[in-house]
């Protein structure tokens, strides 16, 4: 038996392009619908997360994530994982590629699709709101896209933004929210807030907020003004409309119906092309069938595909 192939982080990353990338993402939802699912085990505050997804023509993958806050007292990252990639048609092991690889392309390659067929494509001031992790690899991802674009970066605690900005030459600190909110063409909002942050009354037409950081039913990044005012998308219905609180809430309150939510990437087509005119609004939720897109690209780029 062949030894299997492991793709770690640096050595996987040097393959990929975020373009290259968000192409091959539109092209895995012209394939059959995934289908997903997902399964917790938990120890007091420990858990592990197993996130599954099976694509007919593209293969099956089991994204592994190990989340034990206790860890960084103890020297470890808190988070842990790996995805195993498996063969469309006979199953076998291909491929066990890096968690943390996987994971920070499919988040901000999700939200820069969104971006890249909703946004003005000839964005001049990118705003974002958050300054962890994801924050980095939104700076690497839209900068790419929009190279003549000028990267802001706010948060609650300033220090972080600073200290995320000085890694970046195209990235400089917004010190006030309404403010640079005003100025942007394009904000990505990455927090783990569970009020909203983004008021719709500092948005104008023309404008395009992409919603990362809400995952759970109780969290929301935007008030219900941004979402009456604004077209609606997303990545996925199935992955945001009843799972989170960004929808989730303002569906059962009555503030938005299901119809507003215009389209998701199964049905690319339906995104307009960028109207000045209009406020366009689209929420990244994920989901295993991302990972597995995701898995795929990075193995079809370590073995040399297009």
């Known amino acids: 038996m062949s030894a299997i192939l492991q793709i770690p982080f640096d050595q996987g990353e040097a393959n990929l392009d975020w373009l290259s990338f968000c192409d091959a993402l539109a092209a895995g939802h012209q394939l059959p619908k995934a289908e997903v699912t997902d399964s917790f085990l938990y120890r007091g505050n420990d858990t592990l997360l197993n996130r599954a997804a099976w694509i007919d023509g593209l293969g099956l993958a089991v994204k592994s994530a190990t989340i ?5 007292d103890h020297g470890h990252p808190m988070i842990n994982g790996a995805v195993c990639l498996y063969a469309d048609q006979s199953g076998m092991l291909e491929a066990l590629v890096d968690f943390h690889l996987v994971t920070k392309w499919k988040t901000a390659g999700d939200s820069l ?128 409309l009843d799972h989170i609180g960004e929808f989730k809430i303002p569906l059962a309150q009555g503030v938005i119906r299901r119809d507003d939510v215009r389209a998701d990437f199964y049905d690319l087509t339906a995104f307009p092309q960028f109207d000045p005119a209009r406020i366009t609004l689209f929420k990244n939720g994920g989901g295993a069938h991302m990972d597995l897109m995701t898995s795929r690209h990075i193995l079809d780029r370590w073995q040399g595909g297009a």
């Open 68 to 72: 034990f806050p206790g860890n960084p």
């Open 113 to 240: 699709l969104g971006a890249l067929r909703l946004a003005n494509p000839d964005s001049r001031e990118i705003l974002i709101v958050g300054a962890g992790t994801v924050g980095a690899s939104l700076i690497e991802a839209f900068g790419t896209a929009y190279p003549k674009a000028q990267i802001r970066v706010w948060n609650r605690t300033a220090e972080k933004a600073e200290a995320l900005a000085d890694r970046y030459p195209n990235a400089k600190v917004a010190t006030d929210l309404e403010t640079a909110v005003g100025a942007a063409d394009i904000i990505v909002t990455c927090t783990m807030s569970s009020t909203p942050v983004i008021k719709g009354a500092w948005l104008r037409p023309g404008q395009h907020l992409n919603l990362i950081g809400a995952y759970r039913p109780d969290m929301r990044e935007a008030d219900d003004e941004a979402l009456q005012r604004a077209d609606i998308y997303c990545d996925s219905f199935d992955t945001t």
